[in-house]
């Protein structure tokens, strides 16, 4: 019942990985097979090799390939379930816990670029959760082996009395009333995740997937080599700055182009509180754009930081002087260090590095695989072949090239990203022609 491989990153061969050049998912999946092999090397192989002993097997051995194969099967298997801490930390005949922190923190399949949201979590409940809810990660036999659906047959909940399934935090499908044809697959929702989540994790892409998603970041290293590193430091920590952001690709349907992304209701909420709302001050007038700028404030004030220069910081440092000294002693707020250097810098300076950090992107995914129309080209001219991925080979059928689902999947994933970052990139210049026309 179980499969004997999989199709996420881990289990790609080399040539397959070359598909992934220039993205993140590569960079990811280089380190967590690495961080794998470590963590079988140091403890995994010695413990089951003692397992196997108190068994009576001192003859077999466990591989790396079969500690990566349990691996696979939990992770694009399990489910995030809901439960009671009392449940999964019962008291100790002490009357004290057993533990305080959700078994998620155990995680080592999250990566870091990936912001995890609603991960095949239970749809709905029977009744409200009492005290503290864990997410507990776990295989639930039956539900496991549905597959994901933009929109799904069916959701699964958790019974936490036993009053249907007769078994207290038992779990269950329900079928929606749309989809109750008995010969239609059963999916769920596995979440609102973007190709590169679906494929590192899964091992699966969907063709204009509406849950897409971009991930930008300053780089650290280029961050610790800027003049005036440790003052900026002090200020981005000040603000609550994020060095890199999430750009979903629903953000794209409020920018200046209003791509259609098929999610119009959903991107409202979406974008709540991500663009910069908080009161102008002083004499820098409200940009034009403001309404129009897609991009989370949390990044752009840390890209405004970086770019400043040092007569702006000292006017900045000024601003923030004033500002509390005639009241009682205090640290100006994130709020407060976020306007003054809004007052003093305005966005040209950050949209201008936007701009290098995405140009910068989109050549690393070209220089790496080629351009957006190649990518077309090669899935248009492409027929998915049927047959074990050990078997990889390029014949000609047809005028149609026999393609692997391993490299047919990167090449709708890296297509999509290509894509995403042409989108930003046009709404970030944009943006930047407007902010220094306005002398912002």
Known sequence: MLPNTFSNPLWFTNDELLELKGTTLLRATELQKKKLQSLYEDKVKSL????????GDSESEV???????????????????????????PQSQEGQDCGTSSLNDTSDEKIEFIN???????????????????WVEG??????????????AATWEVDRTGSIAGVPYSMYLLAAESNSGTEKEISISYGNKGNEELLYLYGFVMDDNPDDYLMVHYPVEAFQSAPFFDTKAQLIEAQKGEMRCLLPKSLLAHGFFQVNTQQKERDDKITAGQVCNYSWSGQRKIPSYVNKLVFPDDFLTVLRTIAMTEDQLFQVSSLLQELVANGEERQPSDT?????????????????????LLNTKMMDLEEGTGSEDADDELLNNA??????????????????????????????????????????LMEAESALHLSLSEGN
């Open 116 to 134: 995890v949201k609603d991960e095949k979590r239970a749809a709905s409940t029977t009744l409200p959760i009492q005290g503290e809810t864990v």
């Open 48 to 55: 089951v090799k003692k397992l196997l002993i108190l068994d």
């Open 383 to 424: 027929q998915v072949k049927k047959m074990p991925e050990s078997c990889i080979s390029r014949v000609q059928n047809d005028s149609l090239e026999l393609m692997s689902r391993n490299k047919r999947g990167s090449i709708v994933y890296r297509r999509g990203q290509k894509q995403l970052v042409r989108l930003f």
């Open 139 to 152: 295989l639930v036999p039956g539900i496991d082996f549905c597959n994901h659906g933009l929109k799904p």
């Open 336 to 356: 407060e260090v976020r306007a003054a250097i809004w007052e003093v810098c305005g966005d040209s300076g950050a949209l201008q590095l936007l701009v290098d």
């Open 63 to 89: 591989s790396f390939e079969d500690f990566l194969w349990a691996n696979s099967v939990f992770w694009s298997r399990a489910l995030n379930i809901p439960l009671p801490h009392a449940y999964v930390f």
